[in-house]
């Protein structure tokens, strides 16, 4: 019926088992050298097959161009070929044998914020792009701004196009002096420099030798190296109820699972746990998969818990640790960005979703707008357009169950969702 | 005993993916699981039996059988589905080309793959569908990069890649009008390597044509087609000989290209797989008509 074989230990699938997720996005203003970028490190780590590489060769000789341009490995819908332009977020992915990578690959226009914004709320890593002939310039600052929001633990700058200035050191330093007194102003992350040319391939996968005087090392070895393990939080036990199952038959007559995904901390058999917004005690019994039973789980697992007690729980519950409780309210404050193109309005009202909670809100206020290239508060101007940062506060018709962005992103994001078209017109940190 | 609390690659796809299919089984009434018998439909499968165990999958398996598989294929759903307890709706190209609802493609390239996005619809309005699960991975072909894993259809079934859905962390947001539904691609992040190297860790059960045998096939357009059946019609100067091949993808005879091989398990595909400079895709017919054919086919409806 099927052909199966049986795995002999295999050191191949060993190794590929071992290999950890880095997901990244890039940013950087148009020509800044994004897609070269990109492409420079799909092919220089081998990951690019040869009928893609192909593809690309005959659209760039197609196109008059005198080098096969590796910006058109990724570019993607037609509409974008068309306009030449970048549009919306694209996932692309490479692997080494260490890592492997998803890439959010997002515009830096001044319209789209809202992408770079989608792609940053997955990503542990952002690599900003500035042209070594331009400097840090207006969007720098913006898309480290956005960087910072969203709370992705590192950031990579690159000073790209490195040739164009004859690979010049102080250049570079000049660069890295300007963005440092910019980035003092932000909450504290972790930032590197590197000075590339991604048309050329310097420092990108492979170290150059037109720039003796850096004694870093490559964008590729940082993306392979730097460290991951702890952009999870490991301390606060937040398991929100996805999904309940209930077999339904003979041999799990009784069985009642909670499913969902860990959003944080650490959970083990045998913990006292309370069930919120209800308050009801109880202990893990068991840690499910399918599989079998596993002693302890931990964020981002997928699995199923079930209780000691029989307690009433459904979606949109949240399991936590009796001496360590999030937030229970209705009422919540929120940096926003606002990502339609009719104008948020105060108190207008909303679909929230939040973890696995689901709830109607209000916007009872909008507290202020932040100039994103200067990072000033506008007080008075609560006029929020498409791509606008915002602080606002909200109000929902049930408890929401949260912690602060800046300490868990699962637990402290939000979206607002319009009541009549569905569509998702904002993205929120909670305060 | 110090340890290390991160997941492998693998182990966090697999988590995500179940995540996503749970949330298909919250936030939709009358989801279904588009079931073609290639490996990424199979892998999705096999994630939903993880997502919801010890309970069955709380959705079925549908396949659009356009009366081109092969035999192995059919073999293979009927005994899978029955395997990992899947209830399973099977709906025919032919019956739509019988009702006048789709025209066989004429000429030597007749393909029923694009007629399979009538059959597919006609199925979601009958059934009244508000969800179907496609094995699709944003990494087989520059369309689908963009795509989400919550990817909303207006009423005719058609996608618009200028209109999508912002997708933030993990909050998607599967609310939809009367008439509106969503495909959901639980695998979105995962590569063909990482497919492969998962059905070995795993040790899934394949249909028979993804291993090397025997089989008349005959050249065109630089990939070997299947030579053994009539409907696929072969010009003049097409010679149909033997050889020892494999299929990289499964889907539609008319278009599934086989590679010469002799990888004959698991571990050697994946050998195959590691060394090959081809993407699979490049295996399909049907994505070669055009640069752009897999988005046209998209904004008509098809996954
Ligand atoms: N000289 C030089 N040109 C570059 C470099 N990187 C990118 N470019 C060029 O800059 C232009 C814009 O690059 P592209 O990757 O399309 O920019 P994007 O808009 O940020 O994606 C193209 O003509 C590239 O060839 C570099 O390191 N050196």
Redesign the pocket.
């Known amino acids: 019926m099927s052909n199966t074989t049986h795995p002999a230990p295999n050191s191949e699938l060993q190794s590929y088992l071992d290999m950890d997720l880095l997901r990244f996005t890039t940013a950087?203003?148009?020509?800044?050298?994004?897609?070269?970028?990109?492409?420079?490190l799909l092919y220089d780590s081998k990951s690019i097959f040869e009928d893609q590489y192909e593809a690309v060769k005959a659209s760039s000789e197609k196109r008059g161009e005198e080098?096969v341009?590796?910006?058109l490995l990724?570019d993607g819908l037609r509409a974008e070929r068309e306009q030449g332009?970048?549009i919306d977020v694209a996932y692309r992915y490479f692997a080494t044998p260490k890592r492997k990578f998803i890439i959010a690959d997002t515009?830096?226009h001044i319209q789209y914020t809202r992408n770079m914004v989608t792609g940053a709320s997955t990503a542990n890593l952002a690599i900003i792009?500035i042209?070594?002939r331009k400097g840090v310039i207006e969007q720098t600052m913006r898309h480290t701004f956005i960087a910072s929001l969203l709370r992705i633990p590192h950031i990579v700058v690159c000073v790209?196009?490195?040739?164009?200035v004859e690979y010049k050191e102080e250049v570079y330093n000049s660069i890295r002096k300007d963005y440092q007194a910019f980035a003092s102003k932000l909450d504290s992350i972790d930032i590197h420099f590197l000075p590339?040319?991604?048309?050329?391939g310097?420092n990108v996968v492979d170290r150059s030798d037109k720039m003796p005087w850096y004694e870093g090392s490559t964008l590729l070895y940082l993306l392979e190296n730097i460290h991951i393990a702890s952009d999870h939080n490991h301390i606060d036990c937040r398991f929100p109820v996805q999904y309940v199952i209930r077999p339904m038959s003979n041999e799990h007559h009784d069985y009642r699972g909670f499913a969902g995904r860990v959003a944080g901390g650490i959970f083990k058999t045998g913990d006292k746990v309370t069930v919120l917004p209800s308050g009801f005690q109880s202990k893990v019994k068991s840690i499910d998969t399918f599989s079998g039973p596993i002693e302890e789980a931990f964020a981002p697992m997928s699995v199923t818990l079930t209780l000691e007690d029989e307690i009433d729980i459904s979606r949109g519950d949240m399991i936590v640790r009796e001496n360590n409780q999030p937030h229970v309210s209705q009422d919540l404050d929120a940096m926003i960005c606002w990502f339609h193109s009719k104008p948020l309005q105060a108190n207008s009202k909303f679909v929230i979703r939040h973890t696995s909670r689901e709830a109607r809100c209000m916007v009872k206020e909008i507290q202020y707008k932040v100039d994103i290239n200067t990072l000033h508060r506008l007080e008075d101007d609560k006029n929020i357009q498409m791509n606008d940062i915002a602080r606002i506060r909200i109000r929902t018709t049930i408890p929401l169950l949260f912690d602060s962005y800046s300490r868990n992103r699962n637990t402290g994001g939000i979206i607002l969702v319009d009541e009549a078209t569905n569509e998702t017109v904002a993205a929120g940190m909670i305060v | 005993m110090s340890k290390n609390y991160t997941l492998k690659h693998l182990q966090e796809l697999e988590s995500e993916s179940i995540y996503v299919l749970r949330e298909v089984a919250a936030q939709f009434e009358n989801p279904a699981l588009l079931f073609s018998g290639g490996k990424d439909s199979i892998v999705v499968s096999h994630l939903a039996r993880k997502a919801f165990a010890p309970a069955k999958i709380p959705f079925p398996l549908m396949h659009i059988d356009t009366g081109h598989n092969f035999p192995e294929t059919l073999e293979y759903r009927d005994w899978w589905a029955n395997e990992i307890g899947a209830k399973s709706i099977i709906k025919y190209v032919q019956d739509s080309i019988d009702k006048g609802r789709a025209t066989e493609e004429k000429g030597i390239n007749a393909s029923r793959n694009v007629l399979q996005t009538v059959t597919l619809l006609d199925a979601i309005e009958e059934l009244k569908l508000d969800c179907c699960i496609g094995g699709a991975r944003r990494d087989e072909e520059k369309a689908r990069a963009k795509e989400r894993f919550f990817s909303h259809r207006d009423e005719f079934g058609q996608w618009d890649p200028k209109n999508q859905r912002p997708e933030l962390w993990n909050l998607f947001n599967g609310r939809k009008n009367v008439g509106e539904h969503f495909r959901v691609f639980p695998i979105s992040n995962w590569t063909e390597m990482d497919v492969w190297q998962y059905i070995l860790a795993e040790n899934i059960p394949l249909p028979k044509i993804y291993f090397s045998h025997k089989r008349k096939v005959f050249m065109r357009d630089g990939q070997w087609l299947a030579g053994d059946f009539d409907f696929l019609a072969k010009k003049p100067t097409e010679v149909v000989e033997e050889k020892i091949i494999r299929f990289r993808t499964i889907g539609d005879i008319t278009c599934t290209g086989a590679v010469e091989s002799t990888a004959s398990t698991l571990e050697e595909i994946v050998q195959e797989v590691a060394a090959s400079r081809t993407t699979e895709r490049g295996t399909r017919a049907d994505d070669k008509r055009s640069e752009a054919a897999m988005e046209d086919r998209k904004k008509q409806g098809y996954f």
């Open positions: 950087g203003s148009v020509d800044d050298g994004k897609s070269t970028l990109i492409g420079r080098y341009n590796l910006a990724t332009i970048t515009p830096g792009l042209d070594a790209n196009k490195m040739d164009l590339i040319s991604a048309l050329n310097d």
